[in-house]
T-cell receptor, first 111, second 110 residues
Framework: KAGVTQTPRYLIKTRGQQVTLSCSPI?????VSWYQQTPGQGLQFLFE???????NKGNFPGRFSGRQFSNSRSEMNVSTLELGDSALYLC??????????FGDGTRLSIL | QKEVEQNSGPLSVPEGAIASLNCTYS??????FFWYRQYSGKSPELIMF????GDKEDGRFTAQLNKASQYVSLLIRDSQPSDSATYLC??????????FGAGTTVTVRA
């Protein structure tokens, strides 16, 4: 069974740009969650989607947004990138919230 | 105060010994708990989850949950060099998010 697939694996952007990350969940999983991981803050919850509805959102500015499509694939978007947005962005999928299985992540570097 | 606190590491154990990892949580609404293993440069991998008080064993891993004390632990028996990684404790309530601890880095000495 294929795992969670995140694309791209690596991204380099400059301040002020925007970026879109993609996540395809495990087949049959309808819940997709996004996390940001940094050395200083650890793993922090961004948002969770189920059947195209956002059910919870973490404490991140409005520059961070997401959506989920009818096939459960999800995207997250970060606009007006800042240096502090450099991080590993992880997507996790589950049947209905738990337990969550992570993808390999997208490493985003802001120059 | 963070919702999930893990005992500070790093933790170094000899091969074949038991590694003991501890985690406390502050949200009494948390009902499910997870242990993830993360190798350097990789993403977290789910190794155990526990929902009820008591012990849950899976191979060399045992998770323990005490909701009254708001305490979760992970024991790794017969530690192997391949167990060297950072272990993340996470708690979940009925709000569809996981709160993670900072992680404990374990090194198994051959």
């Amino acid at each position: 069974k294929a795992g969670v697939t995140q694309t791209p694996r690596y991204l380099i952007k400059t301040r002020g740009q925007q970026v879109t990350l993609s996540c395809s969940p495990i087949s049959g999983h309808r819940s997709v969650s996004w996390y940001q991981q940094t050395p200083g803050q650890g793993l922090q919850f961004l948002f969770e989607y189920f059947s195209e509805t956002q059910r919870n959102k973490g404490n991140f500015p409005g520059r961070f947004s997401g959506r989920q499509f009818s096939n459960s694939r999800s995207e997250m978007n970060v606009s007006t990138l800042e240096l502090g947005d450099s991080a590993l962005y992880l997507c996790a999928s589950s049947l209905d919230g738990q337990p969550q299985h992570f993808g390999d992540g997208t490493r985003l570097s802001i120059l | 105060q963070k919702e999930v606190e893990q005992n500070s590491g790093p933790l170094s154990v000899p091969e074949g010994a038991i590694a003991s990892l501890n985690c406390t949580y502050s949200d009494r609404g948390s009902q499910s708990f997870f242990w993830y293993r993360q190798y350097s440069g990789k993403s977290p991998e789910l190794i155990m989850f526990i929902y009820s008080n008591g012990d849950k064993e899976d191979g060399r891993f045992t998770a323990q949950l005490n909701k009254a004390s708001q305490y979760v632990s992970l024991l790794i028996r017969d530690s192997q060099p391949s167990d060297s990684a950072t272990y993340l404790c996470a708690g979940g309530a009925n709000d569809y998010k996981l709160s993670f601890g900072a992680g404990t880095t374990v090194t198994v000495r051959a």
